[in-house]
């Protein structure tokens, strides 16, 4: 007796002194945040950014069923007991001190306790006491009303989804709101093992769920909360489909430009994650899918190759498509944001700079290749040098509407320089370009410089920028500001709203003559694909030095699209030139870009009214003209020259250009070789003298005998722990590489997929990608169709 009665006395002690120093804590960082959702211009979901899938509901806005089905299936006396069940506690602890399966007894309020104020803890019987003695507390201080409201938004559900809001969309695809008896029974039977109990998780799975769906339905008729014609009447619900991990990540790239716009406006990453926003943009859906398609690059393309596309109304600024790269997780810079050189994209800046300053159309320079300009340099402290046309292309004079259509370097450097290089950098500021100086925060981008070379684009710039300049154009000046985000919304506030208004920068005038040359562009000139759009369009094209960029900016009256492309060696950190692909011999503006930008523009027209450029009568012809006077042709070229004998080991392209330039034809002939494509094997006459206008056979490597040593990914990766993956791989003479992303099914550290994979056939040395699981999470990928999905978080 006495033993037991200082046992009792001892046990008291201690549930005292758990009574007394457990208080009920504060709520979890996470309980209150609520899923933002980001929309396309339809209405259609594009995104999500969440710290965890949630949208929190009134319990007076669900219907009663979905509270009924709970509370049978979990808890059938959470309405009378005191926050725990001792007859429950009381046959879990006997059952598990005498050997039986592990049992648990927590109430609805003790799992709401876990989920809301401590969070999932390792199962001790001292966590349970202190998760039940809070449980007490709660039922003392809060009513029931408010603890199943709590319950409702914070027990996790499967797919990612917290709470039975986001787990009506998840499963059902509407929500909670409109949840009937039967789409309840199925949450709240599913509620102990979410997860493995999803039907997508095979036949078991959905042979569990079922049974648990028929149990709380027994037991809500049982309860008196349905009849049993209710029951009867009951169907299992239809799910709608859901994809973890689909590998289409191409939305990521415009929720990060989303969440760059929005925070420039001072709305933080962290409100995007708990505020629960609703944000409506200007993404057209079916631009956006068409801007997929055509950004493709072929498979021959390099893998350091990017291509991207920026599509703005010029009325408003806002932007319609925007294409980054094809996935975020393997390409997380977005290509549209990321800097190229400009090139002859430029050259519109210096016409429209010298129409302000009264030139007209009809003004004729010199175009003879390897003129000599007063101050074009290739050396500031140096000799003047000649400058180039694009394939050495030579005219005796061209007016300024033929210059614009064939890109004629030489006419533009001399209006270059008679208007002065400042005029240029400043007409590029004021359509859009940023300065250097300008606000840090909003600007990430180089000057155009006030050097003479800047008509030839040498300064570097993003596609959203070009796309900004040449939209202004196609406004005839009026510039707008780019923008994604038309309004943000808070429940019925309006939070944030994009502004559509703009100014005039340019004189109407003055923007038609520009846009009357540029329209030869695309009429005759290198912008001739464009053609197929079979509407009046005006535009220019693009190529950098060495192929290093290539671009094509053009528009119609309703939409300016800018497609870009460049190469850049994140290993070497450098630009490379744009190794040719799809048949091409070289990558310039007027080849897969204007190609790509017509096959989008087909389809970002389709039903889109005819509308005609602005009006414009093109001045009379002036009389054929010598030279400018500042400038002069380089020296009487000899009637021989030298063959050089560096050429061995070059790309075509770069043996190409030297040839060309000392008034040379380079004749490409293939060579079966094991030298990488393109490669130039022999140079004819190399060294010796020939004279001008020879043609000259350049051998070059076709690649055919290169021998490349194979071997197979292995088998078996899937599933693996991370560490003995990549061993897999480097035994297989393979370089892993590890991408993360969630997973409801695979153990976290562990491979949910390989690409190549399993199996396929590769070069020695590959890259083989490792998607490894960080657990139960939000999934990553969104469907460019519109089903949404997120990656914040």
Not at 61 to 84: K, M, N, Y
Not at 187 to 193: F, R, V
Not at 205 to 218: G, I, P
Not at 241 to 263: C, F, H, I, M, P
Request: glycine share 10%.
């Amino acid at each position: 007796m006495g033993t037991l009665l200082t046992g009792t006395s001892l046990v008291a002690g201690v549930l005292i002194s758990a009574w007394i120093s457990v208080p009920v804590p504060d709520e979890l960082g996470t309980v209150r945040s609520e899923t933002t959702t980001v929309y396309y211009s339809d209405g259609k979901p594009l995104g999500k950014f969440a710290a965890q899938d949630r949208t929190i509901v009134a319990l007076a806005d669900l219907p009663a069923p979905v509270t009924q089905a709970i509370i049978s299936s979990e808890d059938q006396s959470f309405r009378t007991h005191l926050g725990i069940n001792p007859l429950g506690i009381a046959r879990a602890a006997l059952n598990n001190v005498t050997g039986g399966d592990r049992q648990g007894a927590s109430t609805l309020t003790q799992q709401y306790v876990e989920n809301y104020y401590v969070g999932v803890e390792y199962a001790t019987y001292a966590t349970k006491l202190k998760e039940a003695i809070i449980a007490l507390k709660v039922t003392q201080q809060q009513s029931k009303d408010k603890v199943l409201e709590g319950y409702v938004n914070t027990i996790y559900l499967g797919r990612g989804a917290y709470g039975v809001e986001a787990a009506s969309k998840a499963y059902f695809g509407h929500s909670a709101k409109e949840m009937t008896i039967s789409e309840s029974a199925f949450l709240a039977g599913i509620i102990p093992n979410p997860t493995y109990w999803d039907p997508r998780q095979g036949e078991g799975a959905e042979a569990q769920a079922k049974a648990r769906w028929e149990r709380t339905l027994k037991l809500m008729v049982e309860q008196g909360y349905i009849t049993q014609d209710d029951r009867s009447a009951a169907e299992y619900p239809k799910l709608v489909k859901y994809t973890q991990g689909s590998g289409d990540n191409r939305t990521a790239y415009l929720l990060e430009q989303v969440a760059n716009e929005l925070d420039r406006k001072g709305i933080t990453a962290d409100q995007l994650t708990t505020m629960g926003y609703e944000i409506h943009t200007s993404i057209d859906r079916k631009m956006q899918a068409a801007a997929a398609e055509t950004m493709k690059l072929p498979e021959d393309a390099s893998k350091d190759a990017r291509a991207s596309l920026t599509s703005i109304d010029p009325a408003t600024g806002e932007i319609k498509a925007m294409y980054g790269g094809p996935d975020y997780s393997t390409y997380p810079t977005n290509a549209a944001t990321f800097e190229a050189q400009g090139a002859s994209t430029f050259k519109p800046f210096t016409l429209i700079g010298a129409l302000k300053e009264g030139f007209q159309l009809n003004k004729r320079y010199s175009a003879v290749d390897g003129t000599v300009i007063e101050g074009w340099k290739q050396d500031p402290d140096g000799p003047d040098v000649p400058l180039y046309n694009f394939n050495n292309d030579s005219w005796n004079s061209l007016d300024l509407v033929d210059a614009t259509a064939n890109s004629v370097n030489v006419v533009y450097a001399q209006l270059n320089k008679d208007i002065g290089p400042e005029t240029t950098a400043q007409v590029g500021y004021d359509l859009g370009i940023p300065q250097a100086d300008d606000d840090p925060d909003t600007r990430d981008c180089c000057a155009i410089g006030g050097n003479l070379a800047n008509v030839l684009g040498t300064a570097y710039v993003t596609n959203v920028d070009l796309a900004h300049a040449y939209s202004t154009i196609a406004a005839q000046g009026y510039r707008t500001t780019p923008h994604m985000v038309v309004e943000v919304k808070n429940g019925d506030d309006l939070v944030y709203q994009g502004s559509s208004t703009g100014e005039d920068m340019f004189d109407p005038e003055v923007m038609a003559a520009a846009t009357y040359a540029m329209s030869k562009v695309v009429e005759e000139g290198s912008g001739m694909p464009a053609l197929e759009l079979e509407r009046p369009a005006a535009g220019k094209t693009g190529s950098s030095n060495d192929n290093m960029s290539a671009w094509f900016a053009g528009f119609v009256p309703q939409l300016t699209t800018v497609v870009g492309l460049y190469e850049y060696n994140i290993d070497a950190n450098r630009y490379e030139q744009i190794k040719p692909f799809g048949g091409y011999e070289q990558i310039t503006g007027g080849t897969w870009p204007v190609k790509a930008w017509t096959a989008y523009m087909l389809k970002a027209t389709e039903g889109m009214d005819v509308m005609e450029l602005p009006e414009y009568t093109p001045p009379a012809p002036e009389p054929s003209a010598t030279p400018s006077p500042t400038t002069s042709p380089s020296e009487e070229p000899e009637e021989t020259v030298v063959v050089p004998d560096n050429l061995v080991g070059q790309q075509f392209v770069a043996a190409a250009a030297a040839l060309g330039g000392l008034q040379l034809v380079p004749v490409q002939v293939d060579v079966d070789s094991a030298e990488p494509p393109g490669t130039v094997l022999d140079v004819e006459h190399a060294g010796e003298e020939v004279d001008r206008n020879s043609e000259i056979e350049v051998q070059v490597s076709n690649g055919s005998q290169a021998e490349v040593e194979t071997t197979t990914v292995p088998w078996g990766l899937t599933n693996r722990e991370q560490g003995d993956a990549e061993q897999q791989l480097q035994d297989a003479e393979l370089t892993p590489v590890t991408q993360e992303a969630p997973s409801d099914t695979v153990p976290e550290g562990s491979v949910i997929s390989v690409n190549p994979g399993e199996g396929s056939e590769v070069p020695k040395g590959s890259e083989v990608t490792l998607v490894i699981s960080t657990g139960p999470g939000e999934d990553p990928t969104a469907d460019p169709s519109g089903d949404g999905g997120g990656i914040f978080g």
